[in-house]
């Protein structure tokens, strides 16, 4: 991380912390009612659309064939993969679990930015990420989160996500985009929505959509993932990128099960036991060590 944070960082930092955190629940809601590929790709395409319509109003620059092939490949291993598949993996499991197992990517992370770019983890980053992985461990292994049948489709679908998400976030320097952020953000958004509309057809949701069956509660919701989880925190997170290490953007994924668990608790009326506070401190003091100056030799 750059010797000085400045306060657009620390903004961005902070939104990507908690307006993930928090779609974590909202995700949950909006498929009550509405098929899980299908709203995230309505999600995404809506985005992408709006934010689309304002960078070019500001760049007057239509991308080229270039631009929107490699926006297609990083939309759909981010979004379609990435975020969908955790999406439709909270069919299987509990959302609290689901963002507890995401914690787990900046191990992914690591290896990748090993393999690939030949960047040899620090023993701080080492054993910041043996931290957080203590504290999941200890918030996975309450009988509340084990023993739910049926959750072996879950933990597939979270560990391919996890998996296309950080080779995603290692690669994304490598493919030639935009120069406006803003417009590169809303391409991602239009491919992996168009990718995930894919998904949804090829998995026959299109026959399980019920209209009836959508309140107030699941508009909203999905509403919410729209302006805050994509139009603000996915293009906090682009811009992130481009400023840090993939490795230290990738603590969200220690802080975003910690306000999972919080929300759960204050709005759900779901139980956080002493357990779940102590797996929090451990999994904060991993985030210290990754997000020191350099994490990475």
Request: one cysteine or more.
């Amino acid at each position: 991380m750059p010797d000085h944070l400045s306060l657009p960082i620390l903004a961005a930092f902070a939104t990507v912390y908690f307006v993930w955190g928090s779609t974590f629940l909202a995700n949950y809601w909006a498929i009550q009612g509405i098929p899980s590929f299908m709203m995230s790709g309505g999600r995404f395409v809506v985005a992408g659309t709006l934010l689309f319509a304002f960078a070019f109003r500001q760049t007057r620059k239509w991308p080229s064939a270039l631009h929107w092939c490699n926006s297609w490949i990083l939309g759909t291993l981010f979004l379609a993969i990435g975020s969908g598949g955790v999406v439709w993996s909270e069919q299987f499991i509990p959302s609290g679990i689901a963002s507890l197992l995401v914690a787990l990517e900046p191990l992914v992370i690591l290896f990748f930015m090993w393999i690939l770019l030949g960047r040899k983890p620090s023993w701080k980053s080492l054993l910041g990420i043996m931290l957080g992985f203590v504290g999941v461990c200890l918030l996975v292994g309450q009988p509340k989160f084990s023993g739910h049948e049926k959750t072996i489709w879950g933990l597939v679908a979270i560990a391919i996500s996890i998996t296309s998400w950080a080779y995603a976030s290692v690669a994304l320097p490598a493919y030639r985009m935009p120069t406006s952020r803003l417009m590169g953000t809303a391409m991602q958004m239009l491919g992996g929505g168009s990718s995930l509309f894919i998904f949804s057809a090829i998995a026959g949701e299109y026959h399980l959509l019920e209209w009836t069956a959508i309140n107030t509660n699941i508009v909203l919701s999905w509403l919410y993932l729209i302006v805050f989880g994509s139009l603000i925190a996915f293009s906090c997170f682009n811009y992130l990128l481009h400023k840090v290490s993939a490795d230290q953007v990738a603590t969200m994924n220690y802080v975003n099960p910690l306000v999972a668990l919080w929300l759960g608790w204050m709005l759900n009326n779901e139980e956080l036991t002493n357990q779940s506070m102590l797996a929090a401190v451990v999994m904060l003091t991993g985030v210290v060590l990754i997000i020191q100056k350099r994490s990475l030799n």
